[in-house]
């Protein structure tokens, strides 16, 4: 699928800050693919699609998750995370893209998971530091995403964990396997 074409699709889902913070995500995915060799076509196409459901109404996202045999424990979580798994789903269906590479990109960009793939890990980086994000902490990951992507990683983990904490928020099981998988892999 042509660029044009998916940004056409996309853009429909989204407010216009989010296909903004979209547009970022594609162009800084694209960069990493670029350096860190993986395929940038389907870094451009999960970047593209990855926010795809974050809109849809919370009964359609739960109705999804239990019919599709997804994790249950998502329903017990914050609702922010519904939107990665039921996205990978729509742009299965509704999109038509049946790469599980692209779909797993998109399914996994919110909570990470262990063993992510060079391009599941991509997209978590674009999404966390494109140019239109300012939070604390955002530029000292993006310092690390031009040297060392798993370290990148692991600095965004640890401060999505730490806003969680403090926000006394509880922590999804996975995003905790995501960085330990992570940590026990450096030498
Ligand atoms: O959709 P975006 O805003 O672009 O970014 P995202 O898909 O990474 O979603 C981020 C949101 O998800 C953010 O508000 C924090 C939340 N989140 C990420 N991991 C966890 C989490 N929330 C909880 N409760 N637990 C998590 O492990
Ligand atoms: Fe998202
Ligand atoms: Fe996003
Ligand atoms: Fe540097």
Same mark, same amino acid.
């Given at each position: 699928? !042509?660029?044009? /074409?998916?940004? /056409?699709?996309?853009?429909?889902?989204?407010?216009?800050?989010?296909?903004?913070?979209?547009?970022?995500?594609?162009?800084?995915? +694209? =960069?990493?693919? #670029?350096?860190?060799? =993986?395929?940038? #076509?389907?870094? /451009?196409?999960?970047a593209?699609?990855?926010?795809?459901a #974050?809109?849809? %109404?919370?009964?359609?996202?739960?109705?999804?998750?239990?019919?599709?045999n997804?994790?249950?424990?998502?329903?017990?979580?914050?609702?922010?995370?519904?939107? =990665? %798994?039921?996205? =990978? $789903?729509?742009?299965?269906?509704?999109?038509?893209?049946?790469d599980?590479a692209?779909?797993?990109?998109?399914?996994?960009?919110?909570s990470?998971?262990?063993?992510?793939?060079?391009? !599941? &890990?991509?997209? $978590? +980086?674009a999404?966390?530091? !494109?140019?239109?994000r300012?939070?604390?902490?955002?530029?000292?990951?993006?310092?690390?995403?031009?040297?060392?992507?798993? !370290?990148?990683?692991?600095?965004?983990?640890?401060?999505?964990?730490?806003?969680?904490?403090? &926000?006394?928020?509880?922590?999804? %099981?996975?995003?905790?396997?995501?960085?330990?998988?992570?940590?026990? &892999?450096?030498?």
């Amino acid at each position: 699928m !042509e660029r044009h /074409e998916a940004l /056409e699709i996309v853009q429909k889902q989204l407010t216009d800050h989010r296909y903004q913070h979209t547009l970022g995500v594609m162009e800084t995915a +694209i =960069a990493l693919a #670029k350096q860190y060799g =993986a395929d940038e #076509k389907k870094a /451009e196409l999960a970047a593209i699609f990855h926010d795809y459901a #974050k809109f849809r %109404p919370k009964e359609e996202m739960k109705r999804i998750i239990l019919e599709q045999n997804m994790p249950n424990d998502l329903l017990l979580h914050n609702t922010e995370l519904w939107h =990665a %798994p039921v996205g =990978a $789903y729509l742009v299965q269906t509704e999109v038509g893209i049946n790469d599980e590479a692209i779909l797993n990109a998109i399914r996994y960009h919110t909570s990470g998971r262990s063993d992510m793939t060079l391009l !599941e &890990k991509i997209i $978590y +980086i674009a999404d966390y530091i !494109e140019p239109g994000r300012i939070f604390p902490g955002v530029e000292e990951v993006r310092e690390l995403a031009k040297h060392d992507l798993d !370290e990148a990683l692991i600095q965004a983990l640890k401060n999505t964990i730490q806003f969680l904490l403090k &926000k006394n928020q509880p922590i999804y %099981p996975t995003t905790i396997e995501t960085y330990n998988a992570l940590m026990m &892999k450096k030498k």
